[in-house]
């Protein structure tokens, strides 16, 4: 093995069979010229394994099935996992981390659709079900309507916290320190003017999604009306055979033959 430093000298690596001490140099008192001819640089052979094989065994099935649906994005199912603790969410993308980066992408679509199968994997590796398309979608309250639902909740805790304060009950620190940050004029308006005005606020939120859900639920019969008059009026007839109108249509047909069977049986002159 020769490496060549310079065009007048050449530091010889010599074999272990030869006479010369190795490590040894050896001048040259001829320049030694090399050219494409005489010098084929050294060629090394790709190692037959792939990214693949690197992988685990487990993890072997595992890339199989993204890059499956990969091929067929119609196979892929995914669900929000909001309500799954994030501790397992992090392990489960953290084991798939070598997996995910064993797959090429070449473009953003296709980085996209592996994202989308790594949730479909995560979903069912925490043994999450798909999303039935088939089943009636339930109701997603928009956020503003979470976000007002989640303050009337906050500030009937405070009438509640603030009633106790006004009988003299002592609260404890971290609650008083809530308290005390949401309403910074309690000392000066004092504990029963800031209840008033947290029964006004609820007053006013509790309205505003009253008449959110009176719109929706006139908008949705609207709809059915103009779609399906059947289902319009079965859905009316649902609505009107409750328990207690049951029971009040019930007193009214007996209050009714009552008053005609007294006008027949019970005899009476007129002049």
């Known amino acids: 093995l020769t490496h060549v430093l310079s065009n007048d000298s050449i530091v010889s690596l010599t074999p272990p069979n030869s006479s010369t001490p ?23 052979a790709p190692s037959a394994s792939s990214e693949s094989d690197l992988l ?55 980085t996209n659709t592996l994202l ?44 509640s ?13 971290k609650i008083m320190a809530g308290i005390e940050r949401r309403y910074p004029l309690l000392k000066k308006k004092g504990i029963p003017t800031i209840i008033e005005e947290i029964k006004q606020g609820l007053t006013a939120k509790a309205a505003k999604i009253r008449k959110f859900k009176k719109m929706r639920q006139q908008y949705l019969d609207n709809n059915i009306f103009n779609t399906n008059l059947h289902a319009f009026y079965r859905r009316l007839d649902r609505k009107f055979n409750t328990s207690d109108s049951l029971a009040s249509s019930a007193a009214d047909r007996k209050e009714i033959s009552e008053f005609w069977f007294n006008i027949w049986s019970e005899e009476k002159e007129n002049n």
């Open 22 to 44: 190795a490590g040894s140099m050896i001048p040259v008192s001829q320049p030694v010229s090399i050219n494409s001819s005489n010098f084929d640089p050294p060629t090394y």
């Open 56 to 110: 685990p065994d487990p993890f072997t099935d595992t890339r199989a099935l993204l890059l499956s649906l990969i091929q067929a994005p119609s196979l892929i199912s995914v669900k929000n996992l909001r309500h799954v603790q994030w501790q397992k969410l992090r392990d489960e993308i953290r084991e798939l981390t070598p997996v995910i980066d064993s797959i090429p992408t070449a473009n953003l679509t296709e």
């Open 116 to 159: 989308l199968a790594v949730a479909h994997v995560v979903r069912q590796r925490l043994g999450e079900k798909p999303i039935d398309p088939n089943a009636n979608k339930e109701f997603q309250k928009p956020f503003w309507m979470r976000r007002i639902e989640e303050k009337i909740a906050e500030h009937r805790k405070d009438i």
């Open 161 to 173: 916290h603030l009633s106790e304060l006004k009988k003299g009950t002592k609260l404890k620190a």
